[in-house]
Structures are given as C-alpha cells and as structure tokens.
C-alpha cells in the first residue's frame, strides 16, 4: 500500500512540477543547503490522503533539488569519505552526550545481525552512516565523522530488539520519544531503503519552509516527507542486512579476516544487504583463493541469493572461467532456477558468453526451459547472439 501510495505521488508531485524560489539554510559544522534554479516550496498533504494516517509536509521541492555545500574543507572531505569504510575505526568513540534512554524497536533479521554496515554515504546530501558491532547500531554524521549515539540490541528468534539508546540524534535534544522516532526513520530510510516520513521536533510543523530546511540540514536526499504527528509503529517486514565484515573480508581478499569472521560465528550462508551471499561476493574478489577456501569450509555450491540466485547463475553472467569451472566441478546445478525461473544459461546466452554456455550444455543445462515465455535461445536471438544461437541449435539437434 505505502509503495503503490508513493510511486502514485511521485508521478503526481514530482519536484519540478512547481515553479517557486528556494533560498539556503546553514549547516551544522559549516555546511549548507545550496538551492539549485527549480527549488520549490514544501506543501501539505492531508492525512486522509497518505497511508500513515497523519498530516504530512511533502519535503522533496527542497530536498531532491538542493545541493550540500560546505564552507569548511574538512567537512566536504568526511562526507564523501565512507567509500570503503567498514566501521571499525568507529569502535570506541563515544557519543559527545551522556544521555541514556529506553527504545522499544524490533526488526526482522535473517539469522543474526551481523557485524559490518548498515548504510554508508554515497554523495554529500547523506548525512548519516550507520554500522553494527557486537550487538549495537553506531550511528555516525557523515559531515563531521563523529558518533552520534550508539543503540543497543539483542536478537531473539528472528527479531532484533533496539532496547536503549546511548547518546542523541540530534544536537541537545534528549526527548526520548523523538530519539526513537528518529533511529526507526534512520533504520528503515537508510538501511532498509524505505520510504518513510521524517519526525520533526515539536514547532517546526508551524513553518513549513523552515521544517523542510531542517530535514535537508540533517537527513539530506532521503527526507521526502516529515510530520510532527506520532503514529502507530509496526515493525518493517523486510528483513535488517548488513553488508558484514565477512562479505567485506571475501570482497577484499583477506583470509585472514575471512578466518577471523567464520571463528566468530558468522554463518557461511549469510546474505549481505544487497542479498548476496559471500560466495557470490567471492566471485568478485580480489584474491582467487576466497571461492575455494569457502566451499573448504562448508559453503554450499548452490546458495541462493535473495532473489535465487546461485553462484553460477552469477558467473554466468561474468568472465571469471575459474570460478566458473570451479562451481562446474563442485557440480553445481546448471538447471537451477531464480525466483523467476531463468537457469544460468538463460544469463550465459543473454550476455552472448559463447564458451560458459557450452559447458553449461556439457554438463546438462537444459536449452528449453522457458521463463517469463523467454528461453535461452529466444534471448540469444534477441540480442543478436549469433554464435550462441548457432551453438543451442547444434545441441537441440543432437
């Protein structure tokens, strides 16, 4: 329903539908919003009109249309510094307040909630990081690289449990129902992304310009609609991912954390944020070793990623032919198939990868499996894959 309500107003609504003047608001620590040409004015959108049930400020005019600036180096430099930050630098710095406060938010989780990020900045209009270790969430301001607060879980059949927060979202502001509201927006916008409206402190609802301004100030592109109103909280069904410190130690070829990770308990099978798991991330890798240490220490052949997908169908798709051949000779499924019914050669053939799909054929794959009314050949011909095409008919023939 939210979904739907949301794709339904961004076509109704769109930013650039509007035509008003926008001016800047200052920054914490230097920064500032800077409003490009088509900035426009926030508007009401009545409760009887969105799925939440509360007045909303609808604040995309100014959030997806200006631009972060900074008049402070320093603060330009940590926005855009979080390409390859795992969060570990973080562990031991505490929040600049002493404030202790009791949460009540539950998330579904697959297995456990493990260690590494939660969400990492790609662009100077997000403000937050977020990362997991040992059971809490540090949530960081990306401007000034400092730990905000630190929320505190534990999870218990399937469900991770945020009981306390240490610390304040917001500068001095220690309202402990705000700071809740607060951390379950940063969850779900940042780490889950979902979309949902942003709480604004009490007053801010009484100008709505100023309100819009301080979404962009804290919350930048990922605020696109506020209100001062609580509502009913229901826990997100989708399940809370990081991408962990195992996916990070496969992708960075280090066998050493990789090690490390598995000793800790990590599961082998676990699914990153982006639904993968680590044999898939392994598959692009920087040290060709990760794939078969993995399958050593227990990683099925055919792990499914969130969406089906096996390691094979992935490779399917690459030019890593060890890898591939790897998977082959572990005897992987080469009809396997994806929550959508395409198999690995369905993937090898689309992308015209001529010698991945004869092996596939050699080893079995079945040519007239059809998904989404489309089977490998019908792809190969529609991308004009003469040579795959030529070699699925010399396999039908024989």
Not at 307 to 329: I, P, R, V
Not at 339 to 348: D, K, Q
Request: hydrophobic residues 45%.
């Amino acid at each position: 329903m939210v979904w739907n309500w949301i794709r339904g107003v961004f076509r109704k609504a769109a930013p650039t539908d509007v035509q008003v003047g926008g001016s800047a608001a200052p920054h914490p620590k230097g920064g500032a919003a800077r409003p490009d040409a088509n900035t426009q004015e926030a508007v009401w959108i009545e409760a009887s009109d969105n799925p939440w049930g509360v007045r909303l400020l609808d604040v995309r005019p100014i959030t997806q249309t200006m631009l972060s600036t900074s008049a402070n180096p320093q603060c330009a430099t940590n926005a855009i510094s979080f390409g390859q930050e795992d969060g570990t630098v973080f562990i031991g710095q505490m929040p600049q307040t002493d404030h202790r406060m009791a949460m009540d938010l539950r998330y579904a989780v697959d297995q456990r909630l493990a260690d590494g990020v939660l969400f990492t900045p790609q662009q100077m209009e997000h403000k937050w990081a977020l990362f997991v270790h040992q059971q809490t969430i540090i949530c960081v301001r990306s401007w000034t690289r400092q730990v905000q607060a630190i929320a505190r879980f534990n999870v218990q059949d399937g469900v991770a449990h945020v009981y306390e927060m240490h610390g304040c979202l917001l500068p001095d502001d220690a309202d402990p129902q705000l700071n809740q509201r607060l951390l379950d927006f940063l969850i779900r916008s940042h780490a889950l992304n979902l979309h949902y409206p942003v709480p604004l402190p009490s007053g801010l609802e009484l100008a709505p310009k100023a309100a819009a301004m301080w979404c962009m100030s804290q919350f930048g592109r990922l605020a696109l609609f506020a209100t001062q109103e609580a509502f009913a909280y229901t826990s997100p069904e989708k399940p809370l991912r990081t991408h962990s410190l195992l996916h990070i130690a496969v992708a960075r070829g280090d066998m050493e954390a990789l090690r490390a990770r598995l000793a800790l308990g990590d599961p082998i099978d676990l699914l990153a944020a982006d639904g993968l798991a680590p044999v898939h991330w392994a598959l692009a890798s920087r040290n060709a070793q990760v794939l078969p240490f993995l399958m050593e220490q227990g990683a099925a052949v055919d792990t499914r990623s969130r969406e089906g997908a096996t390691a094979l169908m992935t490779a399917a798709q690459g030019d890593n032919t060890g890898a591939f051949d790897l998977l082959l000779a572990h005897h992987a499924d080469v009809n396997a198939r994806d929550l959508r019914g395409f198999t690995a050669l369905h993937r090898a053939a689309e992308m015209g990868k001529l010698d991945f799909a004869r092996k596939l054929l050699e080893h079995g794959a079945d040519a007239s499996l059809e998904a989404e009314g489309h089977t490998a050949r019908s792809f190969a011909m529609a991308r004009n894959e003469t040579g795959v095409t030529a070699l699925l008919d010399e396999f039908s023939s024989c």
